[in-house]
């Protein structure tokens, strides 16, 4: 217990704490269970060093005041687009400011087109030339910290994860409260969680493409693949099934990257109709994005398509397995969930075709042909 407090005393609980006054969904308790095993104070003791022998802590500041009207976000704790479209969400709250983005290559084109960062950048030598009042920092990893050392060493800057390092949490919605911190609070609780939710933009060079698809004017669009197994849906041929021996004028549209390429073409195989068009792999995430946003709705797993449908403002109905949809979903994502404790193909076809008659009902565009 001593050591507990011990370790406190320097600072381990901002590994865990929320540095907002307001809840959100996270695993904190199971966090905290397994802290003393898995040593998260270690990560925190070096990032605090590394800050120091930095000559960055000194530079911290806690509030973004008015006259921060030249920003640049750091933005390289994200390792997936899904991800950087959770962390980069609150955004919103910075309209008016001019707001310039470094993050890595991967992920830079999902904000090309955007309505609030000015400018992309995803080498350090692209940012020497330009000046800055403040910058913001995802986290205070030794990665974000040491490109903020060497692309703006003496700027002053504010952490969005700062020490936070452990615990799974909403990550839309901690972006959302942290920048509604950072502001001042200038919403409430109550008006955070009802706006918070990913935004995309998409230029015409994408439309462009999307519109040379063909694509016809109503379908519903179902995400194949994924990176982990126990996410990834190894059923939806027998969806597929069900939901056109229900309707046979229902378009379907594959959507999906590399790793969906075999399962489209098995299920093109099995389904040679006309109603059924695969998109899969032939796209840009953007592109992908547009085709989302034209569907009626869309079906899927937990990952990165996902979070493009929430960030377009398609309905989803939306796989999950070990995080609950409390965890990714906002209250502003109109989402028809079914979750596993353990994995996302225990959940039965007959599950989801009642949930996407619940949906069709309610998004009130007759998709289930009734």
């Avoid at 006054?21 to 104070?41: H, Q, R």
């Avoid at 935004?199 to 994924?226: Q, T």
Wanted: aromatic letters at 10%; a positive charge.
């Amino acid at each position: 217990m001593k050591s507990r407090i011990g370790i406190e005393m320097l600072g381990f609980e901002k590994t865990y704490r929320f540095p907002f006054k307001y809840d959100i969904p996270n695993y904190t308790s199971v966090f905290l269970e397994e802290s003393f095993i898995t040593k998260p104070w270690i990560k925190f003791i070096k990032r605090y060093i590394y800050l120091t022998i930095k000559r960055q802590k000194a530079l911290e500041i806690h509030q973004i005041m008015p006259n921060h009207r030249n920003i640049l976000w750091i933005n390289l704790a994200a390792p997936s687009l899904g991800d950087s479209l959770m962390d980069l969400s609150s955004r919103v709250l910075l309209e008016g400011k001019k707001v310039d983005l470094f993050t890595d290559k991967k992920n830079s084109s999902l904000y090309l087109d955007d309505y609030i960062f000015s400018r992309i950048f995803t080498r350090k030598a692209e940012v020497v030339q330009h000046k800055y009042d403040l910058v913001i920092v995802d986290s205070f990893s030794t990665r974000s910290i040491n490109i903020k050392t060497k692309i703006l060493p003496l700027n002053p800057f504010v952490g969005m994860f700062g020490y936070y390092n452990g615990p799974e949490v909403n990550r839309v919605l901690f972006s959302f409260h942290r920048m509604n911190q950072l502001l001042g609070y200038v919403k409430s609780e109550t008006e955070i969680n009802k706006v918070a939710r990913p935004s995309m933009a998409i230029g015409i060079d994408n439309l462009i493409s999307v519109e040379e698809s063909k694509l016809p004017s109503s379908y519903i669009a179902i995400a194949l693949g994924g990176e982990w197994a126990y996410r990834t849906y190894n059923k939806w041929g027998e969806v597929i099934d069900k939901l056109t021996k229900k309707n046979d004028k229902l378009n379907l549209v594959l959507v999906g990257s590399d790793n969906a390429k075999e399962s489209a073409k098995t299920l093109i195989e099995a389904f040679p109709q006309d109603n059924i068009f695969n998109c899969v792999a032939k796209l840009t995430f953007n592109q992908t994005a547009q085709i989302i946003k034209g569907a009626n709705i869309l079906l899927c797993c937990d990952g990165g398509l996902m979070h493009a449908a929430n960030a377009v403002n398609t309905p989803i109905l939306p796989l999950f397995a070990r995080l609950t949809p409390l965890m990714q979903l906002t209250d502003s994502i109109q989402a028809f969930p079914l979750f596993d404790a353990t994995d996302v193909n225990n959940i039965l076809v007959e599950e989801i075709i009642v949930k996407f008659i619940e949906a069709s009902k309610s998004v009130n565009n007759h998709l289930s042909g009734e």
